[in-house]
Structure formats: C-alpha cells, structure tokens
C-alpha cells in the first residue's frame, strides 16, 4: 500500500548570531510514521504553497506560538508572543490553499487557530485575562495539564474518535472566538472554550486545540491520526485518477 505524502509546516527558530533553522517536532513525524503515512517538512515560501500542496496528499498545521493580533484587526496583547512572521505567512498560505484545494489538513493547537484566522475568524488573545475560567488551559509542552472535552454529536470528529467525552492535554494560553464561516465548532471544554473545528464541505479538514501527537498511545490519538492518514490516502487515489483521466494514455481517443 503506498503511504501517503504528508507535509508538515515548519517552524522558525532564531538565535542571535546564528544562522535561523526551520524544523518540526519529532513528535509529529512520529505520529504520522506511525499512522502509515511519509512526512515531510515544508519551509518557510509561502509564494509556492499551492504549488507544494499539489504534490501533498495531507498537510498538517502544528503547534507554536501566536498569531498576530493585526490579522483579525486587533491591538496586541501584553501576553501574546507573535510567531515568526515567516512561519505565520507560509502557515496561512497554506491554511488557505489546502482548503481551497481540498487537501486533507489537521490543525494542531496554533494550527487550529491558523485556520480560523486565514478563513476570517478571530481569537481570544489571552484566555486567564480576558474570559476568566477555573480551567487551566495553559501549561509548558514538558508538563500538559489535562481537563474534559466534550464532543458534538453529529461532527466528522465525532465519527472519528468514538468518544462523547474525553480527557486531553493543554497547551495553551488563546483560544477561538469568533468562528469563521464555514467552519462548525466540534469540541468544547466544560468553560466554553472552542476545542475543535471542522469543514464540514470537505472530506477532512478539521483542526483541534490539544496535541494529539503528544498522546501516544492513547486511543483518542490514535484514531485520529489514522483517520487523517487514510483521508490522505483516498486523496492522493483520487488524484492520480484524476491524472490518469487527463492523460494522453488515458484519454478515451487513446490507442
């Protein structure tokens, strides 16, 4: 069985006097391995996102800092750390492509929020400050506190995980607010906080808050990498279909 071709969106890392890195987390090359799938990491070039997504059969968007406020017409927060600015161009190029493409996407934690502020949506720019809640949402990526989510019944999630009622890690401080159009919320934890969006036009593109990647082990995560794997994987069937049609060895008038 041939395994999909899954990108991952890099993130930027600089350090004063060194040459800047793009990198991912071995956590999700890992999970997509697992799932049967092949990774890849995408640097920073937003200019070619619709190029690369052409020869993708699944993109995930991943974890990492904040996006700037000034994208949903906001001033900036005292607690809120911008990412990279060239990681959040690539990001939203390729949140806006792969949804008009139709490529299977899972948004991680930044990469649900990506997804909502490329569409049009907006966020909660600090979730202790500006709604008040006894949940504790935020905590450092070496020691996640974990609380309930609830699954909506009748989502693409839902079908997905099996579950009505979970229990996930957290990792961070902001939070969906105004939801984008065409997205429906999927997920929520017992304060209101938006936990998970899907499209529900297209065969799978659906983010979460949580970090399913650093879950291994776990069913919830399994299901949902696997699910997301086969998605690819129905993609990248459909597309060399679609290629072989096109083709002048499989166009009707061939010999």
């Given at each position: 069985m041939t395994k999909p071709i899954i990108g991952i969106g890099a993130d930027v890392h600089v350090t004063a006097g060194k040459r800047d890195?793009?990198?991912?987390?071995?956590?999700?090359?890992?999970?997509?391995?697992?799932?049967?799938?092949?990774?890849?990491?995408?640097?920073?070039?937003?200019?070619?996102?619709?190029?690369?997504?052409?020869?993708?059969?699944?993109?995930?968007?991943?974890?990492?800092?904040?996006?700037?406020?000034?994208?949903?017409?906001?001033?900036?927060?005292p607690s809120v750390e911008p990412m990279d600015a060239r990681r959040q161009d690539n990001d939203l190029a390729l949140a806006t492509a792969a949804r008009q493409l139709g490529v299977?996407?899972?948004?991680?934690?930044?990469?649900?929020?990506?997804?909502?502020?490329?569409?049009g949506g907006s966020l909660v720019q600090?979730?202790?400050?500006?709604?008040?809640?006894?949940?504790r949402h935020a905590s450092e990526p070496e020691n996640r506190v974990r609380h309930d989510v609830a699954i909506h019944p009748g989502t693409r999630l839902a079908s997905i995980l099996h579950e009505r009622n979970m229990n996930v890690n957290s990792s961070h401080h902001q939070a969906i607010r105004n939801v984008a159009e065409g997205f429906r919320v999927t997920a929520q934890a017992p304060d209101g906080i938006v936990e998970g969006l899907e499209d529900p036009r297209l065969p799978f593109f659906l983010g979460v808050q949580w970090h399913p990647e650093d879950m291994p082990g776990e069913n919830s995560a399994s299901r949902l990498f696997a699910a997301f794997v086969k998605a690819a994987r129905e993609y990248a069937e459909a597309r060399k279909g679609r290629t072989a049609e096109l083709s002048p060895a499989g166009s009707a008038g061939a010999e």
């Open positions: 890195r793009a990198f991912a987390y071995t956590t999700y090359v890992d999970a997509l391995r697992s799932a049967g799938a092949l990774p890849v990491v995408l640097p920073p070039q937003p200019e070619n996102a619709v190029e690369i997504l052409q020869s993708l059969d699944g993109l995930v968007l991943a974890g990492g800092f904040d996006c700037d406020p000034s994208l949903y017409g906001e001033e900036q927060h299977p996407t899972l948004g991680i934690c930044l990469g649900l929020q990506v997804m909502n502020v490329a569409a600090d979730i202790d400050s500006q709604v008040g809640t006894p949940i």
